[in-house]
């Protein structure tokens, strides 16, 4: 079984550039999550979603972070224009939705974000 | 949301027993203790969980006092591979909420 994939692995882009992140959870997980960890600091939670419903979107820094999870299949996150803070590494994690047992995350290899 | 504690960095040597324990002063009564470990270049990956006492699986085993205001992951007879960030969660049983990290616990091992 594919485990959550990212897309891209790398990206370098110029301060006041648009980029946009991928992910793809492991097939049949309602839940999926962004995490990031900038340099130096501890992974944080940015947003949820539950199928194409945003659940939780408390940890987005600002409305230049817009994420979509179009279908409630893959789901993006575009940084629109970034910003010098905006580097770090960029986790994706799915989850199922079933009832009782813990349903632990999984998590992508994330997309380390350089912006110059 | 309950803070965790744990030692920044810890070094070991391949073969011995490596014991991580996590400070939880504040967990509530219906808080799980969670373990993930993360390799670099990879995401967390889960590897323990528990409420009371004792959990044991394949790869590791999780200790809890009857008090639950710490834990301890344990690792027997670390390897290389062992090589890796050890954070300790506590929080929502279900795992469908946010998880929230703390700094995690560096663990080295040494041939």
């Known amino acids: 079984e594919a485990g959550v994939t990212q897309f891209p692995s790398h990206s370098v882009i110029e301060k006041g550039q648009t980029v946009t992140l991928r992910c793809d959870p492991i097939?049949?997980?309602?839940?999926l999550y962004w995490y990031r960890r900038v340099m130096g600091k501890e992974i944080k939670f940015l947003l949820h979603?539950?199928?194409?419903?945003?659940?939780?979107e408390s940890g987005m820094p600002n409305n230049r972070f817009l994420a979509e999870r179009t279908g409630g299949t893959y789901s993006t996150l575009k940084v629109q224009p970034a910003e010098l803070e905006d580097s770090g590494v960029y986790f994706c994690?799915?989850?199922?939705?079933?009832?009782?047992?813990?349903?632990?995350?999984?998590f992508g290899p994330g997309t380390r974000l350089t912006v110059l | 949301l309950a803070k965790t504690t744990q030692p920044i960095s810890m070094d070991s040597y391949e073969g011995q027993e490596v014991n991580i324990t996590c400070s939880h002063n504040?967990?509530?009564?219906?808080?799980?203790i969670t373990w993930y470990q993360q390799f670099p270049s990879q995401g967390p990956r889960f590897i323990i969980q528990g409420y009371k006492t004792k959990v044991t699986n394949e790869v590791a085993s999780l200790f809890i006092p009857a008090d639950r205001k710490s834990s301890t992951l344990s690792l027997p007879r670390v390897s290389l591979s062992d090589t890796a960030v050890y954070y300790c969660?506590?929080?929502?049983?279900?795992?469908?909420?946010?998880?929230?990290f703390g700094s995690g616990t560096r663990l080295q091992v040494q041939p």
């Open positions: 994690a799915s989850s199922q939705d079933g009832q009782g047992a813990y349903n632990e995350q999984f």
């Open positions: 504040n967990i509530a009564t219906n808080d799980y």
């Open positions: 969660l506590v929080g929502d049983p279900t795992g469908r909420r946010a998880l929230t």
């Open positions: 979603f539950v199928k194409e419903s945003k659940q939780d």
């Open positions: 097939s049949g997980h309602d839940n």
